[in-house]
């Protein structure tokens, strides 16, 4: 079975620039998340959906993040326009539905902001 | 909301000596906590989990056990091997599938030699 897959998995990019990550879960997972991870901590989470449906969006800066679902399958997370702090790991996990815990991770996309 | 405190931040063992993480949990609710396991360049990998209706769950030579009274609960490696060496985060998650994974600072597992 194919695990979560995230591209690019390297980003670099000037401050102010656009900037777009792809995820695509594990077959049949419903839900998906987005988490950032700083140099040295632990994910944070920025956004759920279930489905295509974004039930938790309450971390995630809205004035320059933006997320999309579209056919509850793929997601791409956006950053318009970056700065320098945005430079983080972004991690994207699925799991089968709201109601089973177990979260499984991509590889990550690890965006540099220069 | 859920606060995870996660200690050491680094543990250097002998290898076959243990190693033991310790984390503690805020919200009293939260009913699932799994370990993951994240190498350098790599996305973090399950390597265990324990449900708040268990106390201690093994896996080979990995173990977690968990005090909901106390909310805390620690993830014990035995006769650890160089490939053991990583970063450890422990997680937990609220009751209803409402959240996300609140994750600690993580531990860095050194395995010598």
């Known amino acids: 079975e194919a695990g979560v897959v995230q591209s690019p998995r390297y980003k670099i990019i000037e401050k102010k620039q656009p900037v777009a990550f792809w995820c695509n879960p594990i077959s049949g997972h419903n839900t998906l998340y987005w988490y950032l991870q700083n140099l040295g901590q632990g994910p944070e989470l920025l956004i759920r959906y279930e489905n295509e449906e974004a039930v938790d969006d309450s971390q995630l800066p809205k004035d320059r993040f933006s997320a999309e679902r579209l056919k509850g399958v793929d997601s791409t997370l956006k950053i318009q326009p970056a700065e320098l702090g945005d430079s983080a790991v972004y991690l994207c996990?699925?799991?089968?539905?709201?109601?089973?815990?177990?979260?499984?991770f991509g590889p990550g996309t690890r965006l540099t902001v220069l | 909301g859920e606060n995870v405190e996660q200690h050491p931040s680094t543990l250097s063992v002998q290898e076959g000596d243990s190693a033991v993480i310790k984390c503690t949990y805020s919200d009293s609710a939260s009913n699932y906590f799994p370990w993951y396991k994240q190498e350098l360049g790599k996305g973090p990998q399950l390597i265990i989990d324990?449900?708040?209706?268990?106390g201690e769950k093994k896996d080979q030579r990995i173990a977690v056990t968990l005090n909901k009274t106390a909310k805390h609960f620690s993830l014990h490696i035995t006769e650890t091997q160089p490939e053991d060496s990583a970063v450890y985060f422990c997680a937990a998650k609220a009751g209803g599938g409402a959240d996300g994974l609140t994750f600690g600072k993580g531990t860095h597992l050194i395995i010598q030699p």
């Open positions: 324990i449900r708040s209706n268990v």
């Open positions: 996990a699925s799991s089968q539905s709201s109601g089973r815990d177990t979260q499984y």
